[in-house]
Nanobody, 122 residues
Framework: QLQASGGGLVQAGGSLRLSCAAS????????MGWFRQAPGKGREFVAV????????YYADSVKGRFTISRDNGKSTVYLQMNTLKPEDTAVYYC?????????????????WGQGTLVTVSS
């Protein structure tokens, strides 16, 4: 089970940090991703951190502004979002997967959090 939190209302240029806490003892075995869904749009990839290497990959739209990290001891993955823009407004979802692969598609993931709303005002 994944529980996302940390969303809210922020002005453009501001920052937020999202958290996603996982239950269970096998968190370190999962590749963790963040996705987002803006009103009227499909769910899109934001960032992934791979379980084995700790390497990360970002969507071009957030590269250089967002940072994904994880604390295996706390079974939590984070998304630090800086220099936020109005177009970042969306419900943000964390996701976990066991399988190998790039982890940039919705269908790659086995488990999803409930989502947390981020609203960026101009």
């Amino acid at each position: 089970q994944l529980q996302a939190s940390g969303g809210g209302l922020v002005q453009a240029g501001g920052s937020l940090r999202l958290s996603c806490a996982a239950s269970g003892r096998t968190f370190s075995t999962y590749t963790m991703g963040w996705f987002r869904q803006a009103p009227g749009k499909g769910r899109e990839f934001v960032a992934v951190m791979y379980r084995s290497t700790g390497n990360t990959y970002y969507a071009d739209s957030v590269k250089g502004r967002f940072t994904i990290s994880r604390d295996n001891g706390k079974s939590t993955v984070y998304l630090q979002m800086n220099t936020l823009k109005p177009e970042d407004t969306a419900v943000y979802y964390c996701a976990a997967k066991l399988s190998y692969g790039l982890g940039r598609e919705v269908n790659d993931y086995n488990y999803w959090g409930q989502g947390t709303l981020v609203t960026v005002s101009s």
